[in-house]
C-alpha cells in the first residue's frame, strides 16, 4: 500500500466537507443576490 491510497479516502472526505463549508457559507450571499437580481427595476 501506498501513501496516496491511504490518503486518497481522507482527501475526499477533506475535499467534499471544505466545498461544503463553503457552499453554507456563501449560500447567504448567493441567496441576497439572486433576490437582488430578482427585484424590477
Known amino acids: 500500500l501506498t501513501l ?3 490518503c ?3 482527501i ?3 475535499t467534499f ?3 461544503f463549508l463553503a457552499l453554507s457559507l456563501l ?3 448567493f ?3 439572486w ?3 430578482k ?3
Do not use: A, G, K, T
Open 31 to 33: 441567496l441576497s443576490f
Open 12 to 14: 475526499v472526505i477533506v
Open 4 to 6: 496516496r491510497s491511504i
Open 39 to 41: 427585484q424590477p427595476e
Open 35 to 37: 433576490s437582488w437580481q
Open 17 to 19: 466537507l471544505h466545498s
Open 27 to 29: 449560500r447567504p450571499f
Open 8 to 10: 486518497l479516502p481522507c
